[in-house]
Nanobody, 123 residues
Framework: QVQLEESGGGLVQPGGSARLSCAAS????????MGWFRQAPGKEREVVAS????????YYADSVKGRFTISRDNAKNTMSLQMNNLNADDTAVYYC????????????????WGQGTQVTVSS
């Protein structure tokens, strides 16, 4: 099992940057794929980015490609999302998520969720 806690976010001006971090408990962090979802008011929850257990495969939603960078440090049990050139459409609650690595899971479901952290892009 792994427990997730997000930090970072807050109020950011359009065109600005922010960095979200996710700290994971437990000693099996490197057995989990990690990712970020977000949910804006009135919209469905969507995946933003993900990174596999070893860090050698990443996925980005089209809406954030070239602006967001996901990374992880398995030695520190942490994952980060660097967000650049933010705009109003990036305003949402961002959730850190985890699921067992592909060779350890039977379904693609994201099984562990953090509480979420608010990112608001506004002048």
């Amino acid at each position: 099992q792994v427990q997730l806690e997000e930090s970072g976010g807050g109020l950011v001006q359009p065109g600005g940057s922010a960095r979200l971090s996710c700290a994971a408990s437990g000693r099996t962090f490197n057995m989990y794929d990690m990712g970020w979802f977000r949910q804006a008011p009135g919209k469905e929850r969507e995946v933003v980015a993900s990174i596999n257990w070893s860090g050698n495969a990443r996925y980005y939603a089209d809406s954030v490609k070239g602006r967001f960078t996901i990374s992880r440090d398995n030695a520190k049990n942490t994952m980060s999302l660097q967000m650049n050139n933010l705009n109003a459409d990036d305003t949402a609650v961002y959730y850190c998520v985890a699921r067992p690595a592909v060779h350890l899971r039977s379904s693609p479901e994201w099984t562990h969720w953090g509480q979420g952290t608010q990112v608001t892009v506004s002048s």
